[in-house]
Protein backbone atom coordinates (compact mmCIF):
# COMPACT_ATOMS: atom_id res chain seq x y z
CA UNK A 1 0.00 0.00 0.00
CA UNK A 2 1.43 3.26 -0.82
CA UNK A 3 1.29 5.88 2.13
CA UNK A 4 -0.10 9.22 1.91
CA UNK A 5 2.13 11.97 0.86
CA UNK A 6 0.32 14.93 2.58
CA UNK A 7 3.34 17.39 1.68
CA UNK A 8 2.86 15.52 -1.94
CA UNK A 9 -0.20 16.02 -2.06
CA UNK A 10 -1.00 19.84 -1.05
CA UNK A 11 1.79 20.98 -3.60
CA UNK A 12 -0.54 18.97 -6.01
CA UNK A 13 -3.30 20.73 -5.15
CA UNK A 14 -1.87 24.10 -5.02
CA UNK A 15 -0.53 23.19 -8.62
CA UNK A 16 -3.76 22.88 -9.82
CA UNK A 17 -4.86 26.19 -7.99
CA UNK A 18 -2.06 27.91 -10.06
CA UNK A 19 -2.60 26.57 -13.51
CA UNK A 20 -6.33 27.17 -13.05
CA UNK A 21 -6.34 30.25 -11.85
CA UNK A 22 -3.38 31.63 -14.46
CA UNK A 23 -5.73 29.52 -17.32
CA UNK A 24 -8.56 31.81 -15.76
CA UNK A 25 -6.47 34.89 -16.46
CA UNK A 26 -5.62 34.26 -19.78
CA UNK A 27 -9.20 33.58 -21.15
CA UNK A 28 -10.11 36.97 -19.55
CA UNK A 29 -7.52 39.21 -21.19
CA UNK A 30 -8.16 37.24 -24.16
CA UNK A 31 -12.37 37.62 -23.62
CA UNK A 32 -12.78 33.88 -24.31
CA UNK A 33 -15.20 32.11 -22.56
CA UNK A 34 -15.20 30.71 -19.38
CA UNK A 35 -16.47 27.12 -18.23
CA UNK A 36 -15.43 23.88 -17.54
CA UNK A 37 -13.98 23.00 -21.05
CA UNK A 38 -12.11 26.00 -21.72
CA UNK A 39 -10.79 26.28 -18.40
CA UNK A 40 -9.83 22.59 -18.80
CA UNK A 41 -8.02 22.56 -21.76
CA UNK A 42 -6.31 26.41 -21.42
CA UNK A 43 -4.73 25.03 -18.00
CA UNK A 44 -4.22 20.83 -18.89
CA UNK A 45 -6.03 20.42 -16.22
CA UNK A 46 -8.88 17.43 -16.23
CA UNK A 47 -12.50 18.20 -16.36
CA UNK A 48 -13.07 15.80 -13.79
CA UNK A 49 -10.03 17.70 -10.96
CA UNK A 50 -11.77 21.02 -11.68
CA UNK A 51 -15.12 19.60 -11.35
CA UNK A 52 -14.38 18.01 -8.14
CA UNK A 53 -12.66 20.98 -6.33
CA UNK A 54 -15.21 23.12 -4.82
CA UNK A 55 -13.59 26.15 -5.33
CA UNK A 56 -12.76 25.94 -8.48
CA UNK A 57 -16.55 24.62 -9.50
CA UNK A 58 -17.77 27.60 -8.32
CA UNK A 59 -15.17 30.50 -9.45
CA UNK A 60 -15.99 29.21 -13.06
CA UNK A 61 -19.51 29.26 -12.65
CA UNK A 62 -19.35 32.43 -11.10
CA UNK A 63 -17.44 33.74 -13.83
CA UNK A 64 -19.61 32.14 -16.40
CA UNK A 65 -22.97 33.44 -15.24
CA UNK A 66 -20.91 37.60 -15.04
CA UNK A 67 -19.86 37.01 -18.60
CA UNK A 68 -23.29 35.94 -19.85
CA UNK A 69 -24.71 39.32 -18.39
CA UNK A 70 -22.26 41.32 -20.34
CA UNK A 71 -23.42 42.37 -23.86
CA UNK A 72 -20.73 41.38 -26.69
CA UNK A 73 -18.88 43.91 -28.58
CA UNK A 74 -20.86 43.34 -31.13
CA UNK A 75 -24.25 43.69 -28.76
CA UNK A 76 -22.91 46.84 -27.40
CA UNK A 77 -22.42 48.69 -30.85
CA UNK A 78 -25.50 47.55 -31.79
CA UNK A 79 -27.29 49.03 -28.95
CA UNK A 80 -25.08 52.15 -28.88
CA UNK A 81 -25.93 52.99 -32.72
CA UNK A 82 -29.69 52.66 -32.05
CA UNK A 83 -29.62 54.69 -28.93
CA UNK A 84 -27.56 57.42 -30.94
CA UNK A 85 -29.69 57.24 -33.65
CA UNK A 86 -32.88 57.22 -31.42
CA UNK A 87 -31.10 60.58 -29.93
CA UNK A 88 -30.59 61.71 -33.27
CA UNK A 89 -34.08 61.12 -34.88
CA UNK A 90 -35.65 62.87 -31.85
CA UNK A 91 -33.79 66.10 -32.35
CA UNK A 92 -34.64 66.17 -36.26
CA UNK A 93 -38.15 65.88 -35.25
CA UNK A 94 -37.74 68.84 -32.69
CA UNK A 95 -35.98 70.53 -35.28
CA UNK A 96 -38.56 69.72 -38.09
CA UNK A 97 -41.36 70.91 -35.42
CA UNK A 98 -40.13 74.33 -34.75
CA UNK A 99 -39.16 74.93 -38.60
CA UNK A 100 -42.78 74.27 -39.45
CA UNK A 101 -44.32 76.20 -36.50
CA UNK A 102 -42.21 79.55 -38.26
CA UNK A 103 -42.95 78.92 -41.62
CA UNK A 104 -46.88 78.53 -40.47
CA UNK A 105 -46.39 82.06 -38.91
CA UNK A 106 -44.88 83.76 -41.73
CA UNK A 107 -46.84 81.95 -44.63
CA UNK A 108 -50.11 81.36 -42.83
CA UNK A 109 -52.10 81.64 -45.78
CA UNK A 110 -50.20 78.43 -47.46
CA UNK A 111 -51.62 76.44 -44.70
CA UNK A 112 -55.50 74.89 -45.52
CA UNK A 113 -56.66 73.17 -42.61
CA UNK A 114 -59.06 70.23 -43.95
CA UNK A 115 -60.50 66.71 -42.92
CA UNK A 116 -60.24 63.97 -44.49
CA UNK A 117 -61.46 61.93 -45.64
CA UNK A 118 -62.67 64.86 -47.81
CA UNK A 119 -60.92 67.76 -49.39
CA UNK A 120 -62.07 71.29 -50.71
CA UNK A 121 -60.31 71.32 -54.01
CA UNK A 122 -61.42 70.52 -57.62
CA UNK A 123 -60.43 67.45 -59.60
CA UNK A 124 -56.81 67.18 -60.45
CA UNK A 125 -56.00 70.32 -58.94
CA UNK A 126 -52.21 69.67 -58.35
CA UNK A 127 -49.71 67.26 -59.78
CA UNK A 128 -48.40 65.66 -57.04
CA UNK A 129 -49.45 65.29 -53.84
CA UNK A 130 -47.21 64.31 -50.64
CA UNK A 131 -49.07 62.92 -47.59
CA UNK A 132 -45.99 62.24 -44.72
CA UNK A 133 -46.83 60.98 -41.18
CA UNK A 134 -50.25 60.40 -40.94
CA UNK A 135 -52.46 57.96 -43.20
CA UNK A 136 -51.09 54.53 -42.43
CA UNK A 137 -49.27 55.86 -38.90
CA UNK A 138 -52.10 56.24 -37.31
CA UNK A 139 -53.53 52.63 -38.05
CA UNK A 140 -54.46 52.34 -34.40
CA UNK A 141 -57.63 54.50 -34.91
CA UNK A 142 -57.72 55.01 -38.48
CA UNK A 143 -59.40 52.06 -39.74
CA UNK A 144 -58.87 50.24 -43.33
CA UNK A 145 -61.82 52.13 -44.88
CA UNK A 146 -61.25 55.20 -43.64
CA UNK A 147 -57.80 54.87 -45.72
CA UNK A 148 -59.23 53.68 -48.91
CA UNK A 149 -61.46 56.81 -48.51
CA UNK A 150 -58.85 58.92 -48.17
CA UNK A 151 -56.56 57.74 -51.02
CA UNK A 152 -59.33 57.58 -53.53
CA UNK A 153 -60.01 61.20 -52.68
CA UNK A 154 -56.07 62.27 -52.14
CA UNK A 155 -56.08 60.58 -56.11
CA UNK A 156 -58.85 62.86 -57.13
CA UNK A 157 -57.40 65.55 -56.14
CA UNK A 158 -54.43 64.88 -58.15
CA UNK A 159 -53.33 65.12 -61.37
CA UNK A 160 -50.42 62.49 -61.73
CA UNK A 161 -48.76 60.92 -58.41
CA UNK A 162 -50.01 60.82 -54.85
CA UNK A 163 -46.90 59.48 -52.31
CA UNK A 164 -47.53 58.28 -48.61
CA UNK A 165 -44.81 57.95 -46.57
CA UNK A 166 -44.31 55.94 -44.26
CA UNK A 167 -45.63 52.88 -44.55
CA UNK A 168 -45.41 51.98 -41.02
CA UNK A 169 -47.58 52.42 -37.51
CA UNK A 170 -46.57 54.38 -34.64
CA UNK A 171 -45.12 50.70 -33.46
CA UNK A 172 -42.77 50.52 -36.28
CA UNK A 173 -44.27 47.63 -37.91
CA UNK A 174 -45.28 47.51 -41.74
CA UNK A 175 -48.98 48.43 -41.97
CA UNK A 176 -51.18 45.41 -41.51
CA UNK A 177 -53.32 46.18 -44.32
CA UNK A 178 -50.69 47.43 -46.94
CA UNK A 179 -51.34 44.30 -49.46
CA UNK A 180 -54.88 44.81 -49.58
CA UNK A 181 -54.57 48.60 -50.57
CA UNK A 182 -52.24 47.58 -53.49
CA UNK A 183 -54.66 45.10 -54.77
CA UNK A 184 -57.13 47.67 -54.32
CA UNK A 185 -55.48 50.51 -55.77
CA UNK A 186 -54.11 47.99 -58.66
CA UNK A 187 -57.56 46.69 -59.32
CA UNK A 188 -58.48 50.46 -60.10
CA UNK A 189 -55.54 50.86 -62.61
CA UNK A 190 -53.16 52.45 -60.43
CA UNK A 191 -49.53 51.30 -60.87
CA UNK A 192 -48.40 50.95 -57.12
CA UNK A 193 -44.35 50.75 -55.96
CA UNK A 194 -42.95 50.30 -53.03
CA UNK A 195 -39.92 52.26 -52.83
CA UNK A 196 -37.20 53.01 -50.51
CA UNK A 197 -36.07 56.47 -49.54
CA UNK A 198 -33.07 57.26 -48.05
CA UNK A 199 -34.83 59.43 -45.32
CA UNK A 200 -35.66 58.35 -41.88
CA UNK A 201 -37.97 60.04 -38.92
CA UNK A 202 -39.15 57.63 -36.97
CA UNK A 203 -36.63 54.81 -36.46
CA UNK A 204 -36.75 51.99 -38.99
CA UNK A 205 -39.78 53.71 -40.99
CA UNK A 206 -38.01 54.00 -44.72
CA UNK A 207 -40.42 52.90 -46.94
CA UNK A 208 -43.16 55.11 -49.12
CA UNK A 209 -45.65 54.18 -51.34
CA UNK A 210 -45.84 55.81 -54.85
CA UNK A 211 -49.50 55.79 -56.85
CA UNK A 212 -49.31 56.42 -60.34
CA UNK A 213 -52.08 57.81 -62.05
CA UNK A 214 -52.32 56.96 -65.79
CA UNK A 215 -54.06 59.71 -67.17
CA UNK A 216 -54.80 59.25 -71.31
C1 LIG B 1 -47.85 63.54 -37.24
S1 LIG B 1 -48.71 64.89 -37.92
C2 LIG B 1 -47.89 65.02 -39.48
C3 LIG B 1 -47.93 66.39 -40.01
C4 LIG B 1 -47.19 66.61 -41.34
N1 LIG B 1 -47.82 65.90 -42.42
C5 LIG B 1 -45.74 66.22 -41.21
O1 LIG B 1 -45.32 65.28 -41.89
O2 LIG B 1 -45.00 66.84 -40.46
C6 LIG B 1 -50.30 64.24 -38.30
C7 LIG B 1 -51.29 65.32 -38.62
O3 LIG B 1 -52.52 64.74 -39.10
C8 LIG B 1 -53.57 65.58 -38.68
N2 LIG B 1 -54.87 64.84 -38.77
C9 LIG B 1 -55.37 63.91 -37.95
N3 LIG B 1 -56.58 63.47 -38.40
C10 LIG B 1 -56.82 64.12 -39.57
C11 LIG B 1 -57.89 64.10 -40.53
N4 LIG B 1 -58.94 63.29 -40.41
N5 LIG B 1 -57.79 64.90 -41.60
C12 LIG B 1 -56.73 65.72 -41.78
N6 LIG B 1 -55.68 65.79 -40.91
C13 LIG B 1 -55.73 65.00 -39.82
C14 LIG B 1 -53.19 65.94 -37.25
O4 LIG B 1 -53.84 67.11 -36.85
C15 LIG B 1 -51.66 66.17 -37.41
O5 LIG B 1 -51.39 67.51 -37.72
Do not use: W
Request: aromatic share 8%; charged share 30%; hydrophobic share 35%.
Amino acid sequence: MTKYDRSAHLKEVHNTYQKVDEAINRLIRANENINFNSVSSEAGVSKATIYNNKDIRERIETLRKQQAQVPTAKQAKREMNENNKDALLREHRLNALQDCAKDMKKFNERYIPVTLPSLPFKNAKFDILLSAHFLFMYSDRLDYQFHIETLNELLRVTKEEVRIFSLDDLEGKRYEHLDKIISYLNHHGYTVEEVKVPYEFQINAKSMLKIIKHTK
